[in-house]
């Protein structure tokens, strides 16, 4: 039988912190938040915190921050084996409003063009 575990081809290293961190606020609203480590001086603390409010504007906080992303920066890629037969699964249904929350922000993410139907 052939393996076809995409995370095997496709594993990378993960990329641990040296640090503890803790969540800090940059932004206006509660989840315009990134995370800092614990080890600063209190100055330098500030001063980063500082850099990052008045920078708020480079942050991606939804999908229409980053309208028409490079296909070279990321893109998703299926690990299916061409000689592998596909096999057609049962339409899975969901319930009214969930179907129309997921019509929505699929919306989102056209009109952001965030994505695209190919």
């Not at 575990?5 to 990378?12: D, L």
């Not at 509660?30 to 001086?41: A, D, W």
């Not at 980063?48 to 008045?54: M, S």
């Amino acid at each position: 039988m052939i393996d076809l575990n995409p995370i095997e081809e496709y594993h990378q290293e993960q990329i641990e912190p040296t640090e503890d961190l803790k969540e800090v606020c940059i932004g206006g609203h509660p989840h315009q938040t990134t995370k800092i480590g614990t080890s600063l001086e209190p100055k330098d603390e500030l001063a980063l915190t500082k850099l990052l409010r008045d920078n708020l504007d480079l942050f991606a906080w939804k999908p229409s921050n980053m309208p028409e992303i490079d296909p070279s920066v990321v893109s998703h890629h299926l690990a299916v084996s061409p000689g592998i037969k596909p096999v057609l699964q049962r339409k899975r249904k969901l319930g009214k409003e969930r179907r129309k929350d997921v019509d929505d922000e699929v919306k989102k993410l056209k009109d952001a063009r965030f994505i695209s139907e190919i």
